[in-house]
């Protein structure tokens, strides 16, 4: 008898579980037909919210982007510098190699060229490969030009360093080592500060970019939030008796909360795709013309022309999904509070 007990236990309890999961289901398919009913239903108040919140999610990926796009091209910059140091003419190939070595025992140090007047004669003469008679004028061996430009054009050493920003190391190198003392020309300076005004000045907008666009980027988010907010609370109000009726019946908290949760989530999903689209558009817009300024766009571009693509969207769409979110479960939360005074 005791086995026959508990056989038919639990098979009610399978299938007390089984109906508990049907309800379950049928539940989460309702709240999603009422809030998909309801989000058409209040179409110019759902209108207004995907509106705003797609502007604060567009305010956001500007920031993003343009905080990248200057960030990446004051790198660029620093990552194309080079320093040239100028030394007295026909300095010889082997102090030039001696002043090298001990260029780059210095940590900053990326890497060292060292040219002689003979070597910085021909690359002039590449430079001005277009120009024939000038050509044939340095080269008549009558005219004996040759000999005297090579007699007065420094030799050169150019240096790639790690830190543009710190060259304190090298300064000192250059001002203090005895060989380096000996042969550097003093009628030209070494090209320490080349672009350091412009690398600073672009640095500088990527920290305005940065901090305006988050501070505008809070602004449109709290606007946003509080539109989507009075939308919800404004649709609750429309349908308080629908809402009273339902808790008569024993609706729980859950089942009135959800549809105005995916009315929300809705407007979520349809101002990422909108943000998404318009902020592509516009990044492609102005790509070339960016470019042409030297501006790099090579890592936004990359990642718009990849499989990556996929999470900027995904990531768009869930973050108006939380935004929504948030915003209708504290309108619903005040209105349920308020309703149990």
Known sequence: MPSATKKVTKKHLKTLTKNSKRKSFRNVSRIVKYGTINFGRNIWLSTAATLVMTLTLIVLSITLVATLVLSETADAMKNRIDITLFFKPETSAETLEELKNTMLADSNVKSAEVKTSEEEYQNFLQENADNSLLIETLEDPEMNMRETMISTMQST??????????????????????????????????????????????????????????????????????????????????????????????????????????????????????????????????????????????????????????????????????????????AVHKYMRSATK
């Open 157 to 330: 050493m150019r240096l790639k360093v790690y830190d543009p920003d710190n060259l304190d190391s090298i300064k000192n190198i250059v001002a203090s080592d005895l060989l380096f003392v000996k042969n550097l020309d003093t009628t030209e300076e070494p090209t320490y500060d080349v672009n350091s005004s412009e690398i600073a000045t672009i640095t500088r907008w990527a920290k305005i970019a940065k901090t305006g666009g988050l501070v505008l980027s809070i602004v449109f988010l709290v606007i946003s939030v509080l539109v989507i907010f009075n939308t919800i609370r404004m649709a609750i109000f429309s349908r308080r008796e629908e809402i009273y009726m339902m808790k008569l019946v024993g609706a729980d908290r859950g089942f009135i909360r959800g549809p105005f949760l995916v009315e929300a989530q809705l407007s979520g999903v349809v101002s990422g795709l909108l943000s998404f689209g318009l902020a592509y558009a516009g990044f492609r817009f102005l790509e070339p013309r960016l470019a042409n300024y030297g501006i790099s766009v090579a890592t936004v571009s990359n990642i718009l022309d990849s499989n990556k693509i996929v999470y900027v969207v995904l990531t768009m769409i869930l973050a108006g999904m939380l935004i929504g979110t948030i915003s209708a479960r504290l």
